[in-house]
């Protein structure tokens, strides 16, 4: 059972589209992160969001970290197939142990030209 | 490139042996960690080393076993390989072990055990 649930498991959209990745869990997390992952490589960090309702944008993107600090979302802008990869969502229960984050399962976000 | 080198890039292997997995951090780096990445698991994290001594761990099974060496690099061992631990190892390594930091992962190590 994951910890933080991400959805949806997979999203496929046009160039230009908009799109959504929602990351929900029942506990509190003192910080989460995202993080995209593309075939054969590792997850690069994104964004990293502390403050309950912080929001924070990254060009196109924009992340939202929930008030109870329990839910986190990432929204996409006029999506780009550069775009495309495994989105990400991790969470540390606990500020000693930052390295120990708990990763959603991902979501896979596809755009097409 | 995150600086973080893995060795071997894949591995392939039969049940019942044991094969270890090296990781190299970024220069600076005292915190090394592992995490496990299978399709039906997603990302799992194994354990984390700051400046050699173990510091957290994670749902790392007792076949495996993990250590940082003075110079910061880390392997990772795993033991009676089933088929089951076919996975992507990851090493990710930050400048400390509790902070907002950022995780800089390596290309990670593709095992098969066949």
């Known amino acids: 059972t994951q910890l933080l649930e991400q959805s949806p498991q997979f999203l496929s959209i046009q160039e230009g589209e908009n799109l959504t990745v929602y990351c929900n869990s029942s506990s509190v997390f003192s910080s989460l992160q995202w993080y995209r992952q593309e075939p054969g490589e590792g997850p690069v960090l994104l964004v990293t969001?502390?403050?309950?309702?912080e929001v924070k944008k990254l060009k196109r993107l924009t992340f939202q970290f929930g008030d109870a600090r329990k839910d986190s979302s990432l929204h996409i802008t006029a999506a780009q197939p550069g775009d495309t990869g495994l989105y990400l969502c991790a969470g540390a229960t606990t500020t000693d142990s930052w390295g120990k984050l708990q990763f959603g399962a991902g979501t896979q976000v596809v755009v097409t030209p | 490139d995150s600086g973080v080198t893995q060795t071997p890039k894949h591995l392939i292997t039969a049940t019942g042996q044991r094969v270890t997995l090296r990781c190299s951090p970024r220069s600076g780096d005292l915190s090394v960690y592992w995490y496990q990445q299978s399709l039906d698991q997603g990302l799992q994290f194994l354990i984390q080393y700051y400046n050699g001594e173990e510091r957290a761990k994670g749902n790392i099974l007792e076949r495996f076993s993990a250590q940082q060496f003075p110079d910061l690099h880390s392997e990772l061992n795993l033991s009676s390989l089933e088929l089951g631990d076919s996975a992507l190892y990851f090493c990710?390594?930050?400048?400390?072990?509790?902070?907002?930091?950022?995780?800089?992962f390596g290309e990670g190590s593709r095992l098969t055990v066949l």
């Open positions: 969001v502390v403050t309950g309702g």
């Open positions: 990710a390594s930050s400048v400390s072990s509790s902070s907002t930091g950022e995780l800089f």
